[in-house]
């Protein structure tokens, strides 16, 4: 069984430009989740989708930042403009079971994503 | 959400146990105890996780306080793989939001 995949594993862009991360969850898990560790700081949420809905955004830095999962599969987060503080490893993971704190999340192996 | 407290390193040999140690005194009642490790270069992998008794995996034993307050991930025989970031997570309600904190460094030296 294919893990969570994560697109592209590595991006540099310019400052001001626009990045679109993508990331595939383990077939059949619905709950998706973004995080990321800007350097030096330890890995913070940023939202939870059930499906296709955002079940819980306020981890979101900015307006910078938009998530979306059409039809439940797939997400993409979209960084535009990109800042220099946007640098950083973007990770994706998911879960099967909606809400259980017993739950395990598998984790892709995340995008670095470099802002210049 | 409630914080861990993890030291920022740990060395061990290899094939020896190694004991990691979690503090976490504002747990609540309804929180589990999970912990994940990075190895470089690759995302949070699960490793185990436990409510309050001790538990047993192929990959370690998690031992748990009995109030709760701190738990050890136990690696019974270290190898050089097991080198990574450790993170000991509490997991609410709201399970994918919590915050995974600074984690123990640990290094095996052969």
């Known amino acids: 069984e294919a893990g969570v995949t994560q697109f592209p594993s590595h991006s540099v862009i310019e400052k001001g430009q626009t990045v679109t991360l993508r990331c595939d969850p383990i077939?059949?898990?619905?709950?998706l989740y973004w995080y990321r560790r800007v350097m030096g700081k330890e890995i913070k949420f940023l939202l939870h989708f059930v499906k296709e809905s955002k079940q819980d955004e306020s981890g979101m830095p900015n307006n910078r930042f938009l998530a979306e999962r059409t039809g439940g599969t797939y997400s993409t987060l979209k960084v535009q403009p990109a800042e220099l503080e946007d640098s950083g490893v973007y990770f994706c993971?998911?879960?099967?079971?909606?809400?259980?704190?017993?739950?395990?999340?598998?984790f892709g192996q995340g995008t670095r994503l470099t802002v210049v | 959400d409630a914080k861990t407290t993890q030291p920022n390193s740990m060395e061990s040999n290899e094939e020896e146990p190694v004991h990691l140690p979690c503090n976490h005194s504002?747990?609540?009642?309804?929180?589990?105890i999970h912990w994940y490790r990075q190895l470089p270069s690759q995302g949070p992998e699960y490793v185990i996780h436990g409510l309050t008794s001790n538990v047993n995996n192929r990959m370690a034993s998690l031992a748990i306080a009995e109030d709760r307050k701190s738990s050890t991930l136990i690696l019974h025989r270290a190898t050089l793989r097991d080198a990574a970031v450790y993170y000991c997570?509490?997991?609410?309600?709201?399970?994918?939001?919590?915050?995974f904190g600074d984690g123990t460094t640990l290094t095996v030296k052969p």
């Open positions: 504002t747990i609540s009642g309804t929180d589990y």
């Open positions: 997570i509490l997991r609410g309600t709201n399970a994918g939001k919590s915050t």
């Open positions: 993971a998911s879960s099967l079971i909606e809400g259980r704190s017993d739950a395990e999340a598998f």
């Open positions: 077939s059949g898990h619905d709950n």
